[in-house]
C-alpha cells in the first residue's frame, strides 16, 4: 500500500513537470515572439534531458557532489524528467514537421534530419522502458539500451548547429553551451573512470 501510494506520488510530480515546461513554453512564446514554439520546447526538452544525467556525470568528477541533496532529488525523478524529454522532444519534432512541410515518406528527409530523428528514436526507447517491469523484463539488456542516453550528447550540439545555422535565436547560445560543457564533463568523466579502471588492474 505505502509503495503504490510513492508511485502515485512520483507519477503526479511527473504531470507537473510537464504541465509547468508546456506552461512554460507558451508563456515565453507570447513574451519572446522572436523564438518559435518549437524551438522553446526543444530547449525545455534539452534541459528535461541533461537533468537525467549531469547529476550523474558529476558525481564521479566532483566525488563533493554525491553528498548534494538537490542533486540526489534530480537523481531520484530522474525518469520523470527523462520521459518528459521525450515528449517535449517529440512536440518539438511535430511542430518542425507541419512548419516547414517535411514529406515523412522521402528518405531525404531522414538524411537531412538524420540527428533530430536519431535523438528521438533514443528517446522513444528510453522513455517506453523506463519503468520497474522493462528492467525486470530486459534485465541487463535493460542497462545497455539505457546507454545510448550517452550518443545524444554528441548529437544535441550537432543536430543545434547545423538547424541553427545563419538564424540563430535568444535561445541558442544557452543550449550550445550547456550541451558543449555537458560533452566535456561527460568526456571527463570517462577519462576518470578509465583511470581508475586501470588502477585496479595494476593493484
Known sequence: ??????????????????LASYACSLLLAVFFNSAPLANILGCLGLLS??????????????????????????????RHFGVAAFSLGLNHGILIIIKKSLNLLDLQTYIEYFQGFSILLIFTLL?????DKAVKK??????????????????LPWHILSKMSGHWTYLTPIVV???????????????????????????
Open 177 to 203: 553551451l550547456s550541451t558543449t560543457i555537458t560533452a566535456i564533463l561527460f568526456t571527463l568523466r570517462k577519462y576518470i573512470e578509465i583511470i581508475r579502471y586501470f588502477s585496479l588492474q595494476v593493484k
Open 127 to 131: 522513455a517506453a522502458t523506463s519503468n
Open 49 to 78: 534531458y541533461l537533468i537525467t544525467i549531469v547529476p550523474s556525470i558529476l558525481k564521479v568528477v566532483l566525488p563533493i557532489a554525491k553528498k548534494n541533496q538537490f542533486l540526489i532529488w534530480l537523481l531520484k525523478y530522474r
Open 138 to 155: 530486459l534485465k541487463n539488456n535493460w542497462r545497455k539500451l539505457h546507454q545510448l542516453t550517452y550518443l545524444v550528447i554528441f548529437l
Open 1 to 18: 500500500m505505502c509503495k503504490q501510494v510513492v508511485i502515485r506520488k512520483q507519477v503526479f510530480v511527473f504531470l507537473i513537470l510537464v
